[in-house]
């Protein structure tokens, strides 16, 4: 008998060979080369059979002999489906299986490389970013069996819960069975605890073997064990993904357990962990008792609500179409990976804690329930039917991935409560990281969230989205675009003025002690139109602005433009209106002085925005100190502030050095910098960027992962130069890109002071710069 496994971590990722040279015992043929059960792109059949023909065979066969699982089948059963199986490949590749064991073991090697280079696996490095590599390696080595008899077995284990974290062997086991059987979802397995009794002198070395491995690699471990004959074989071990919650306690644990130091944890913790936490939850979980229909294992924790698809292929179509969407599958597979990515959660019929859907949904923070067995999936009629109950595609499903539960409809989410474990975790983070995160926040809400998830200031507040929380507010700011004179403007921005003024003392509040930056107005003044046809906006513009339908007409022929996004905004709206400007600044500084008054401390600092020459800041700059002068004169009083640029034009980039001699600090927009230096809208890249990242032109969307050689290189121009003139010059980033990972990390090699982004991804930016200062 030639056997052989093979284990080799490429990137996290075993890849196996597994091969045999006596007859074909069962899934031989179909699980030929095995991927390892922590690639989610595999198996890959060898000789390119699907898996699904052998399958066929092997429950037509249980179902005749009236057997319910694999291993009731007797010698001769065996001999029966091998014959089956040697038929199924002459069928299906018009020739004999090859008996020769030496081309068998080539076939197989060569399945491996092959497989590289499949749609599947291409899919999984595309979703997970794994760029530049050349390929994959194979190693061959004997192999052990776990199907001798009852005294032998297979497992799974990870060396504490990667769910939750526990420290606590957290697995499962078959007798008289094979790790695929474990893995695949085929069987349905046992607990760990299971073998203690089945098999007390291995699990006790199992146990042991665990503390060992866990000491030397100072990690949670994932493992993969036999028991050939009741001897123990520890077949690979690696390090086990785990969920977000996981993560955290089990960095948190170690520490306390002297394993590791503050340092080491912080590396343990990847940024995606930490959005894992900022899932939402159920609302009220005790409320929908009556609705739930079914159970399955709780695979992967967190809530997921959407429509019922059957196929990973419309769960991408339905997602693209802004659905939220939950892929009910029998098993997943392979082929699955990019309809698991695109949908909210996941359902399955069969699999276990460690089944193919499971492990790559705690791998993304997907919300899965596996292992539902009460569910009947038929993929051909669209339907599933729980019980008494046939759901059909489009159906509203809600899962509780914490609890197993399947709930039918459309349940209320909520943000997740965090954990003590996680402030003590992010107290270890602000110890190391050297790069300040603010957060983009346009209400005092927002500025709220992001303080309770540590901003130490506003980075963005974009004062153009507090004109439209109001019918009032639109109003006025109509009355003011339709205006033909600057009186007019004036009396339309008299109404805005108080609005403006009372959304800034409460972001006052709310960032008390902490700077807050504000952009001035700055998108296009078609957006603040109505939509529809130009009669019913010409309407609608007559009601509001008391205007006639010619004189509206006119004006909105006037504003129209080819090319907004590089149009009539920004900068050259206050150039031309020096009275919009004047408003705004006057609602800044007097809302600064009120809130100061009552006992508040308030840092404001003015951003320009789109500026492209030093003349263009100067003129706004001239206006927003007269400004404040005759504020601060009429209040008696006078409070710090600062005035500083935008950075989205390239040739603002270049020329940073004459802009910093007005600027006291530079903030880079970058969506609008990636925007004007590859010439790409934003709005239109959707038409091709699939095509460029599967021909490899791109390799991420720059809008959401930083163009380092591009327009980080522009970044790195400006701060440089900006700093020539002004040493002092505070320098940030302020685009959506203010926390990804990775760009968070090119922002503290450049020097930058600090990063801006949303409210729920402050925590994520705050660990990304920590682990860029290790």
Known sequence: MLAERSSLPVHGRTFSVAWTGRGM???????????????????????????????????????????????????????D??????????????????????????????????????????????????????GTAVNVQCMVFG??????????????????????????????????????????????????????????????????????????MDIEFTVQENRLWMLQCRTGKRTGKGAVKIAVDMVNEGQIDHRSAIKMVEPRHLD????????????????????????????????????????????????SVVLVRTETSAEDVGGMHAAAGILTA???????????????????????????????????????????????????????????GKLPLSPPALSSDLGTFMSWVDEIKQLKVMVNADTPADALAGRKNGAEGIGLCRTEHMFFSSDERIKAMRRMIMADTAQQRQEALGLLLPYQKTDFEGIFRAMDGLPVTIRLLDPPLHEFLPEGNIEDVVHMLSCHTNSTHEEILARVEKLSEVNPMLGFRGCRLGISYPELTAMQARAIFEAAIAVNDQGFQVFPEIMVPLVGTPQE??????????????????????????????????????????????????????????????????????????????????????????????????????????????????????????????????????????????????????????????
């Open 25 to 79: 015992p069962r899934r031989a043929v179909d699980r030929t080369v095995n991927w390892g059960r922590e690639t989610p792109w595999g198996p890959a059949p060898v000789m390119g059979i699907p898996h699904e023909l052998f399958e066929e065979k092997l429950e037509a066969m249980k179902v005749t002999k009236g057997l319910r699982n694999d291993t009731e089948l007797n010698v001769k059963d065996l001999e």
């Open 81 to 134: 489906l091998v014959a089956e199986y040697k038929d199924v490949y002459v069928v299906t590749k018009g020739e004999q299986f090859p008996s020769d064991p030496k081309r068998q073991l080539h076939l197989a090697i060569l399945a491996v490389f092959d497989s590289w280079d499949s749609t599947r696996a291409k899919k999984y490095r595309s979703i997970n970013r794994i760029t530049g590599l050349k």
């Open 147 to 220: 199907n001798m008899d009852s005294t032998s077995g297979t497992g799974v284990l990870f060396t504490r819960n990667p769910s939750t974290g526990e420290k606590k062997l957290y697995g499962e086991f078959l007798v008289n069975a094979q790790g695929e059987d474990v893995v695949s979802g085929i069987r349905t397995p046992q607990e760990l605890d299971a073998m203690k009794e089945c098999m007390p002198e291995p699990y006790a070395e199992l146990v042991e073997n665990c503390k060992i491995l866990e000491r030397h690699y100072k990690e949670m």
């Open 276 to 323: 894992q936490l900022l899932h939402p939850q159920f609302e009220n979980p005790s409320s929908y008792k009556d609705k739930v229909i079914a159970a399955g294992l709780p695979a992967s924790p967190g809530a997921a609500v959407g429509q019922i698809v059957f196929t990973a292929a419309d769960a991408e179509t339905w997602d693209s179409e802004g659905k």
């Open 350 to 408: 069969r699999g276990g804690m460690t089944s193919h859907a499971a492990v790559v949904a705690r791998g993304w923070g997907k919300c899965c329930v596996a292992g539902c067995s009460s569910i009947h999936v038929n993929d051909a009629e669209k339907v599933v039917v729980v019980g008494d109950k046939v759901l059909c595609e489009g159906d509203w499903l809600s899962l509780n991935g914490s609890t197993g539960e399947v709930i039918l």
């Open 617 to 774: 800041l100067g003129q706004q700059v001239s206006v927003i100190r007269q400004v404040a002068d005759k504020v601060f004169t009429n209040a008696e009083t006078t409070i710090r502030y600062k005035i500083g640029s935008m950075i989205e034009v390239p040739r603002a980039a270049l020329i940073a050095d004459e802009i910093a001699e007005l600027a006291e600090f530079f903030s880079f927009g970058t969506n609008d910098l990636t925007q004007m230096t590859f010439g790409y809208s934003r709005d239109d890249i959707g038409k091709f960027l699939p095509i460029y990242m599967s021909q490899g032109i791109l390799q991420h969307d720059p809008f959401e992962v930083l163009d380092q050689k591009g327009v980080g290189e522009l970044v790195k121009i400006a701060t440089e130069r900006g700093r020539s003139s002004r040493p002092d010059l505070e320098v940030g980033i302020c685009g959506e890109h203010g926390g990804e990972p990775s760009s968070v990390a090119f922002c503290a090699k450049a020097g930058l002071d600090y990063v801006s982004c949303s409210p729920f991804r402050v925590p994520i930016a705050r660990l990304a710069a920590a682990q860029a200062a290790l």
